[in-house]
């Protein structure tokens, strides 16, 4: 198997877990069940049980710049300025959260 195939097998991964999750939550009890606590409690346990990739994921640092280059496409630039405007308009200035 080659790297690129198991890169693509790994980033499908947690997408199929949560997909699978949810559609045995539904069979079992219902669509109600169906909660982001229920899906995050799942995607917690694929965590656990793949530590390396869920860090690859989640926790490892990359070199992407959102919004702040000209290279960046315009759609991009868009998406995080109304980002930028929701955040601001919910908490305020992003850098006085947690400041008494």
Not at 42 to 70: C, H, K, Q, W
Request: a negative charge.
């Amino acid at each position: 198997m080659s790297i690129k195939t198991r890169r693509e097998r790994e980033r499908a991964q947690p997408r199929q877990l949560i997909i699978t999750a949810a559609r045995e939550l539904a069979e079992a009890e219902g669509w109600d069940a169906v909660t982001t606590r229920r899906l995050a409690d799942t995607y917690l346990n694929f965590a656990v049980t793949r530590p390396a990739l869920y860090e690859a994921m989640f926790v490892m640092p990359i070199d992407v710049t959102f919004g702040g280059t000209s290279e960046t496409p315009a759609p991009l630039k868009e998406a995080f300025g109304g980002l930028d405007l929701l955040i601001d308009h919910l908490i305020g200035d992003p850098s006085q959260v947690g400041r008494s």
